[in-house]
């Protein structure tokens, strides 16, 4: 499975951006999408999940209701649109692949993208 993010940049607070994440390869694996993020000397955290099978969706605490995951299996992508960004959402944004959900947001991700950057200042 490879995963390209794009769609990262800086923004004012209160701004918006769309990031993408193009997929390819085995499709089974490609069965839970994930967005995470990272900020230097911090541990990872989950950001936004969904079940590409169904519809099944997860959100972390900090991002509800302003942060949405989509996917468009015709293309093979995975959308994380964030709005009322704040200064405290910076940080280098990760797509996720798995062939399972079963732990969520803690579900151990077998596959990962490089990252794109997102500064809110």
């Known amino acids: 499975v490879q995963l390209v993010e794009s769609g990262g940049g800086s923004v004012r607070p209160g701004g918006s951006l769309r990031l993408s994440c193009a997929a390819s390869g085995y499709t089974y694996n490609r069965n839970c999408m994930a967005w995470f993020r990272q900020i230097p000397g911090n541990e990872r955290e989950g950001v936004a999940l969904?079940?590409?099978?169904?519809?099944?969706?997860e959100y972390a605490d900090s991002v509800k209701g302003r942060f949405t995951i989509s996917q468009d299996n015709a293309k093979n992508t995975v959308y994380l649109q964030m709005n009322s960004l704040q200064p405290e959402d910076t940080a280098m944004y990760y797509c996720?692949?798995?062939?399972?959900?079963?732990?969520?947001?803690?579900?151990?991700?077998?596959?990962w993208g490089r990252g794109t950057q997102v500064t809110v200042s």
């Open positions: 969904v079940f590409t099978v169904g519809t099944t969706t």
């Open positions: 996720a692949a798995n062939a399972v959900c079963f732990g969520g947001l803690k579900e151990h991700f077998g596959y």
